[in-house]
């Protein structure tokens, strides 16, 4: 049984360690393909349909106008330890009925929680660059009001339902300046490489741990097994 055990243990703490390994390397292709994105030239947004898989952590640029009464307030976001919000907005793309989701950036919360901050909508056609991005998953604790102008968390279908509008299946952070007094600081994503390294570590001391016992153990139960052997017999020569 100690035997079966300490197999048992080396296979599944292994495998483990292999498997965060493999988690590793797929961040690392993920952080290359966003590096390459962000380098590579912009995608121009139309009113063609976009795959969010083809276009995420990419350059997109857009042209049109932005759809102010349709903005949605991102709750509970903090920068620099004052609390805000960040500004999701449509932009409808010249000359056509669809549009994309553009997170124009950060504006302090005011006094009273009850009196939104007013924001700043430059009137007529803009060009907006910036990376697309996907929302991601979320836990939520209570229902979002889908009908009001503040929510905990953004998905694209909770979007368009809510607004009645078609927009394209991702969100663009905005990195290019206009004049309306928002903050754009968008840290660069932190893919978590190191954290699957650590953790493999972890499992692969732990392999190694259970092969030093089992050994350790093993040596000295064989040693004290051959001793009494070793002994000669009361009175013998």
Not at 7 to 23: C, E, F, K, N
Not at 133 to 140: A, D, M, N, Q, S
Not at 164 to 185: C, I, M, N, T, Y
Not at 195 to 210: D, E, M, R, S, T
Request: with cysteine.
């Amino acid at each position: 049984m100690p035997t079966v055990a300490a197999l048992l243990g080396v296979v599944l703490t292994a495998s483990a360690g292999a498997w965060q390994l493999d988690r590793a390397r797929q961040k690392e292709a993920l952080q290359a393909a966003y590096d390459a994105g962000t380098a590579g030239a912009a995608i121009a947004i139309s009113a063609t349909p976009l795959q969010a898989q083809a276009v995420r952590l990419r350059r997109v640029e857009a042209e049109g106008e932005f759809v102010a009464d349709k903005a949605v307030l991102l709750d509970n976001k903090v920068h620099q330890g004052v609390a805000g919000y960040e500004v999701v907005m449509p932009l409808r793309l010249a000359g056509t009925q669809m549009h994309v989701l553009v997170n124009r950036g950060w504006i302090a919360a005011g006094a009273h929680r009850s009196v939104l901050p007013q924001v700043r909508t430059p009137a007529g056609r803009v060009r907006v660059d910036g990376v697309a991005v996907v929302p991601g998953r979320f836990l939520e604790l209570g229902k979002t009001d889908e009908s009001g102008d503040v929510w905990q968390n953004l998905t694209i279908e909770r979007y368009q339902v809510s607004r009645k509008l078609a927009v394209q299946p991702f969100v663009v952070e905005q990195h290019g300046g206009l004049d309306d007094g928002l903050v754009r600081s968008w840290k660069r994503p932190d893919f978590g490489i190191s954290k699957h390294y650590g953790y493999a570590v972890q499992w692969f001391l732990f392999c190694g741990l259970i092969v030093f016992l089992y050994g350790f153990f093993h040596a000295r139960n064989t040693r004290s097994q051959k001793d009494p052997a070793d002994t000669p017999a009361a009175g013998g020569h």
